[in-house]
């Protein structure tokens, strides 16, 4: 037996711990009963986390990509960070709006299921355009907010309420509109930063020891790791909307200049700014055809 080929089974437990931890924590979210259980509840999926970052660096250090593993890898986050939070977020702080707040939790779910099934699309496209089984290196960008980032908010809501006891001036409303705006970021055209393709480079080391001495000061100071936690990706959503719109204004710059060149005949060439590879700033009928309108069915499927 050659037991090389049983490395291609190593990162797909990773992605099936990760569905353990989801459904460990659908488990204690649907029968807790107190404050503790949805903590622990917040806390699997906070492992989830963990298996869920693994299972992509093992594979890629193991050389295993295998497309059963990526489609395995977007179902395991559509339990752990769609279905777990969902019901958490319901659980925690969306039961006084009745079944409102069940359609609010629900709108989170299929968010982020459309989500991933957006991103294993045009992951696809762009593997078909280079080469039939070629795996691409990781963009700058991933078009809307990725369902880990979006579960993180919630998940590190609970875990700060548990921990400092601050629910008391989070109102159910807040929890709902923050439920949609995740929401909304997930299946939205924002570009937010992959942070896949950092090189070691003077100004990655620079941000790197910014990141790591902020967290420093403020952990020194009392406050609790959940905490800041919640402030980098808090500050890491704000960053993807500040980029997206000097990214709108620069293509729009460049239009009307080249739409300026053209209109007085002059041969000017306007170089289009830095922007996001293929997805940024796409034409009005790309929404469409990510959504399949313009795809050609396929006779061996049944839709």
């Known amino acids: 037996m050659d037991f090389r080929k ?13 569905v353990f ?5 659908v488990s204690l979210s ?20 963990f298996f869920d970052t693994a299972d992509g660096r093992v594979a890629r250090l193991t050389k295993t990509q295998t497309d059963l593993g990526r489609d395995l890898d977007s179902l395991a986050d559509v339990v752990t960070f769609g279905v777990a939070p969902g019901l958490l977020v ?35 496209r762009e593997e078909l355009a280079g080469g039939v089984g070629v795996y691409k290196a990781p963009g700058k960008y991933t078009l809307g907010l990725s369902i880990p980032a979006a579960a993180s908010v919630l998940v590190l809501m609970v875990i700060v309420a548990h921990n400092v006891g601050v629910y008391e001036w989070v109102s159910g409303g807040f929890v709902a509109v923050l439920v949609l705006l995740l929401s909304y970021l997930m299946v939205s055209r924002v570009h937010f930063r992959s942070f896949k393709d950092l090189r070691p480079t003077k100004r990655t080391f620079g941000l790197v020891a910014l990141i790591v001495g902020s967290v ?5 100071a009392g406050v609790d790791k959940a905490v800041v936690f919640l402030i980098l990706i808090s500050a890491y ?3 993807g909307f ?5 990214l709108l204004k620069r293509h729009l710059f460049a239009q009307r200049q080249l739409r300026l060149s053209r209109g007085a005949g002059a041969a000017v060439v306007v170089a289009a700014p830095e922007a996001p590879p293929a997805e940024d700033l796409p034409p009005d009928d790309e929404v469409l055809r ?14």
């Open 242 to 246: 500040a980029e997206s719109i000097l």
């Open 90 to 124: 319901y659980k925690w702080g969306l039961t006084s709006f009745g079944r409102w707040g069940m359609f609010v939790a629900g709108l989170y779910v299929c968010a982020g299921t459309m989500r991933l099934a957006r991103f294993n699309v045009l992951s696809r």
């Open 30 to 49: 649907a029968s807790g009963q107190g404050g503790a259980d949805l903590y622990q509840a917040a806390l699997a999926i906070c492992f989830g986390f």
């Open 290 to 303: 990510e959504l399949g309108a313009f795809d050609e069915p396929d006779p061996a499927s049944d839709k």
């Open 216 to 220: 420093v000061v403020i952990a020194s």
């Open 6 to 18: 049983t490395y291609y089974i190593l990162p797909n437990l990773f992605t099936l711990s990760s």
């Open 237 to 239: 959503i704000l960053l």
């Open 21 to 25: 931890c989801g459904f460990i924590s």
